[in-house]
T-cell receptor, first 114, second 113 residues
């Protein structure tokens, strides 16, 4: 079946640095990808919708300059957490929709900011 | 407004017991999709089922079964003869216009051996 892959699965960084997380659709083209954030023991919150070739659409309350999203190709979207702080520590999950309408999720990336 | 409610935050059952996870949704759309996902401790979301708003047939897949009732806006999930490997957080989700998902808060299921 379709697979969406995220990399890295775990990342630890120092406060003030930037971290990039990749989301790839491995066997299908995805014009739209989604980025979610999940706090411990909480639900998934949609952060933004990533559209290939155009700017991402951010949900209310999500800082565009903090969470940079780039969807440069039909199989790759990236989320860059800029100037990361400990409160940015979280589990980030991407998803991609194929033409059948099915939505597939990546394995998630756990970010820890020291 | 779109909304998904999973009232059960945590459930514990003894192995081999049956367990039902409740999901109540709210939407003004006439066309929508409902999903159940399993999230084991490793974190990845595992797709379990998708049901569209026009298909109220109940579905059984092995030990899993789903009961979709539009009249009560519910999409409940039953695990029969639970096993330790079923321990996970289960999310009910509503998909509406634009492929956006709205997730419930999840139900953490612990199956005790």
């Amino acid at each position: 079946g379709a697979v969406v892959s995220q990399h890295p699965s775990r990342v630890i960084c120092k406060s003030g640095t930037s971290v990039k997380i990749e989301c790839r659709s491995l066997d299908f083209q995805a014009t739209t990808m989604f980025w979610y954030r999940q706090f411990p023991k909480k639900s998934l919150m949609l952060m933004a919708t990533s559209n290939e070739g155009s700017k991402a659409t951010y949900e209310q309350g999500v800082e565009k300059d903090k969470f940079l999203i780039n969807h440069a190709s039909l199989t790759l979207s990236t989320l860059t957490v800029t100037s990361a702080h400990p409160e940015d520590s979280s589990f980030y999950i991407c998803s991609a929709s194929r033409d059948t309408g099915e939505l597939f999720f990546g394995e998630g990336s756990r970010l820890t900011v020291l | 407004a779109q909304k998904v409610t999973q009232a059960q935050t945590e459930i514990s059952v003894v192995e081999k017991e049956d367990v039902t996870l409740d999901c109540v949704y709210e939407t003004r759309d006439t066309t929508y999709y409902l999903f159940w996902y399993k999230q084991p401790p490793s974190g990845e979301l595992v797709f379990l089922i998708r049901r569209n708003s026009f298909d109220e047939q109940n579905e059984i897949s092995g030990r899993y079964s789903w009961n979709f009732q539009k009249s009560t806006s519910s999409f409940n999930f039953t695990i029969t003869a639970s096993q330790v490997v079923d321990s996970a957080v289960y999310f009910c989700a509503l998909r509406y216009t634009g492929n956006q998902f709205y997730f419930g808060t999840g139900t953490s299921l612990t199956v005790i051996p």
